[in-house]
Nanobody, 116 residues
Framework: QVQLVESGGGLVQPGGSLRLSCAAS????????VGWYRQAPGKQRELVAD???????RYADSVKGRFIISRDNAKKTVYLQMNSLKPEDTAVYYC??????????WGQGTQVTVSS
């Protein structure tokens, strides 16, 4: 069983930065794909970025060049550094851990609001 606890969301002005963190329990973090998804009101949940156990990165086109995902396997934590935030980045951000043999685990979500 994996539990995920997110932190770091909040209200920020356009152009500002936030750093999200997600701490995991259990013993599969280091061999899993870990990432961040987001869901804005009235929209489907979408991938923001993820990183494989081998370090391969994937980003949504809308965040390339602005967001950076990283992981610390010793701390079982995944981070999302969000820079140059835009109002359209406003959403609930969810941490995800995926391992094919066991499936998906999700955090409870953290609100990010970009507004002046």
């Amino acid at each position: 069983q994996v539990q995920l606890v997110e932190s770091g969301g909040g209200l920020v002005q356009p152009g500002g930065s936030l750093r999200l963190s997600c701490a995991a329990s259990g013993n599969i973090f280091h061999i899993s794909v870990v990432g961040w998804y987001r869901q804005a009101p009235g929209k489907q949940r979408e991938l923001v970025a993820d990183i494989t156990s081998g370090g391969t990165l994937r980003y949504a086109d809308s965040v390339k060049g602005r967001f950076i995902i990283s992981r610390d396997n010793a701390k079982k934590t995944v981070y999302l550094q969000m820079n140059s935030l835009k109002p359209e980045d406003t959403a609930v951000y969810y941490c995800n851990v995926f391992l094919r043999v066991v499936g998906d685990y999700w955090g409870q979500g953290t609100q990010v609001t970009v507004s002046s």
